[in-house]
Each structure stands twice: as C-alpha cells, then as structure tokens.
Nanobody, 113 residues
Framework: QVQLVESGGGLVMPGGSLRLSCAAS???????MGWYRQAPGKQRELVAV???????NYADSVKGRFTISRDNAGNTVYLQMNSLKPEDTAVYYC????????WGQGTQVTVSS
C-alpha cells in the first residue's frame, strides 16, 4: 500500500509563509512529484510539479512565491509557500506519478486575517 502523508498546513495571515511536506512510503526517485490544491466549490488544480531530474513547473498564480523541492534519499517532497494570499486557501494534495497514480489525503491551508 503506497502512502503519501502531507503535513505543514495550517492557518496563516496574508503575507505569511508555510512549508508543506509530503513523506512517501515508496522510493520517489523515479516519479514526477506534484502538489495540487482544491478550494471549496472548485476543481483540483496543479500548483507545482518537479521531475525526477529536478526540473520544475508552476501554476502562473504561484510563480515567484512557491518553491517545490525534493529529497529523494528521504522520499520527501516539499512546497515552500511565501507571500501567501487569501486565494491560496485550499486543501493541498501531494501526488506521485501523475493524476492516475498516487495521492495523499491532503492538508488544509487557510490564509486569513
């Protein structure tokens, strides 16, 4: 049973920062890893993705504010989120191998004053 466990979510004020972590029960070295998010009433959307070689891609809405990184030895993926905005409020999900592969249970991020 593959498990992806997200942590690091919470309540933060606008302009603040959070760092999300995703710990995998499998070796992630061969997988594209990604972070997605889903706000109430909206579809799940891609936030950031990182290839096995370390290439990254970001949604336009988070470019320059969010950074995805990976630690293959530790089987962990991170999402550093800076300059958070209320519109970043959502449940954030970790993904391994694309939409049809492995998902975590999600962690809530709420940006509010």
């Amino acid at each position: 049973q593959v498990q992806l466990v997200e942590s690091g979510g919470g309540l933060v004020m606008p302009g603040g920062s959070l760092r999300l972590s995703c710990a995998a029960s499998i070796s992630i070295s061969i997988y594209f890893m990604g972070w997605y998010r889903q706000a109430p009433g909206k579809q799940r959307e891609l936030v950031a993705v990182i290839s096995s070689g370390g290439s990254t891609n970001y949604a336009d809405s988070v470019k320059g504010r969010f950074t995805i990184s990976r630690d293959n030895a530790g089987n962990t993926v991170y999402l550093q989120m800076n300059s958070l905005k209320p519109e970043d409020t959502a449940v954030y999900y970790c993904n391994a191998g694309g939409r049809n592969r492995y998902w975590g249970q999600g962690t809530q991020v709420t940006v509010s004053s």
